[in-house]
């Protein structure tokens, strides 16, 4: 039971630094990230990260319960409750990965990715305009290709690919591009590492969870197969309803003598 104790705390620790790391990174990621879901269809492939942000956020009363049961053991609904939460939060990482599998997917096809940034770099929206200079100022690319996708569409090249800002429909123009290549290499770079660290980190947090889980089941079985582990065995005793005197030598009849 004290080894078990101890498996315990120790995966409480490890959920509670992974949770932590892996829902900050995801919920950072895509905050920055956020360019992506204007400027390519990739927008339900980047929304999986929910399901990460989501499980990790299940870690944190996870590894609160892991810490208590050391101390009640005998405690089926703690043991139950934990036992929910693991399961609960390996389904969500599982399908989080079966999610992110898809970017990857998405990703192989790199015609697919620059048709769909190509068409969004047609459209008129500023919120579209916006997204493309926050990923050309960020990656220090212009075009998707390269800048003279711009020209496509008749316009003329966008702050941003001279390293300026894009803060309006009245502002100055690129002359002369400062960065020559497209964003449609570093953009798919970025992505795969994304996707690959996630998966990875969700990885290593479920096999965590499942050390849990046969730390909790095993506490939950040892209890109802041994329930009164850890107790003296108690001698038996027998109750004796006559009296005290009853047995002794020099309470016995006279044995009848002799004629």
């Known amino acids: 039971m004290k080894n078990n104790g101890l498996i315990l705390f120790m995966c409480a620790g490890l959920l509670l630094s992974g949770g932590a790391i892996l829902g900050g990174s995801t919920v950072w990621s895509l905050l920055r990230m956020s360019y992506y879901f204007w400027t390519s269809d990739l927008g339900v492939e980047l929304g999986s990260g929910v399901l990460f942000v989501s499980g990790s956020l299940l ?3 996870t590894s609160w319960l892991a810490t208590l049961v050391p101390y009640h053991p005998r405690s089926t609904t703690l043991l139950a409750t ?3 939460l693991v399961i609960s939060g390996m389904m969500l990482l599982s399908i989080g990965i ?3 599998m898809g970017l990857s997917r998405a990703l192989r096809d790199t015609n697919a990715l620059n048709t769909s940034m190509l068409r969004a770099m047609s459209f008129e929206a500023e919120a ?7 990923m050309q100022l960020e990656m220090k690319c212009c075009g ?5 996708d711009w020209y496509q569409y008749g316009r003329i090249l966008p702050p941003s690919c001279c390293g300026r800002v894009w803060i309006g429909k009245h502002t100055g123009h690129c002359e002369s591009p400062l960065y020559t290549v497209g964003c449609l290499r570093p953009a798919r770079a970025e992505l795969r590492m994304y996707a690959n660290s996630l998966a ?5 947090i479920i096999i965590v969870k499942a050390v849990t889980l046969f730390a909790a089941a095993y506490t939950l ?3 109802v197969v041994e329930p009164g582990a850890g107790s003296k065995t108690q001698p038996l005793r027998i109750a004796c309803l006559a009296s005290p005197h009853a047995f002794s030598p020099n309470a016995l009849p006279n044995a009848p003598a002799h004629i």
């Open 59 to 61: 870690c944190l009363p």
């Open 82 to 84: 934990l036992m929910i």
């Open 98 to 100: 079966s999610s992110i």
């Open 128 to 134: 579209v305009k916006s997204a493309f200079a926050s």
């Open 144 to 148: 998707v290709n390269s800048p003279y």
């Open 200 to 204: 990875v980190l969700a990885c290593a």
């Open 221 to 223: 079985v040892t209890n």
